[in-house]
């Protein structure tokens, strides 16, 4: 747990950085499905969900990204349960 706080903390700093993505329409459309069914708050946090997954995967920290993964799961199930995005 506490390196997979370590990790969180890294990967989810608040100073954000504004970059243009292109995406494939249909994959748009499946990111706007989640948005709408309240998976995602917006396409935003659907991609730096996706990319802090991604940078896990590919430093080789396979464990240490499913743990985060499953973490990261956990807690959005526990904010919508209360209401919170």
């Known amino acids: 747990m506490v390196i997979y706080n370590c ?4 990967l989810m700093a608040k100073e954000r950085v504004v970059i243009p993505v292109s995406l494939p329409k249909e994959l748009v459309r499946e990111i ?11 396409r935003s946090e659907a991609l730096r969900y996706g990319a802090r997954l991604v940078v896990l995967f590919e ?4 464990k240490l990204a499913e743990d985060y993964a499953y973490e990261m799961i956990k807690e959005r199930l526990e904010r919508r349960e209360k209401g919170v995005s």
């Open 32 to 42: 706007d499905e989640l948005v709408k069914k309240k998976k995602f708050s917006s």
């Open 59 to 62: 430093k080789g920290i396979h």
């Open 7 to 10: 990790i969180k903390e890294k």
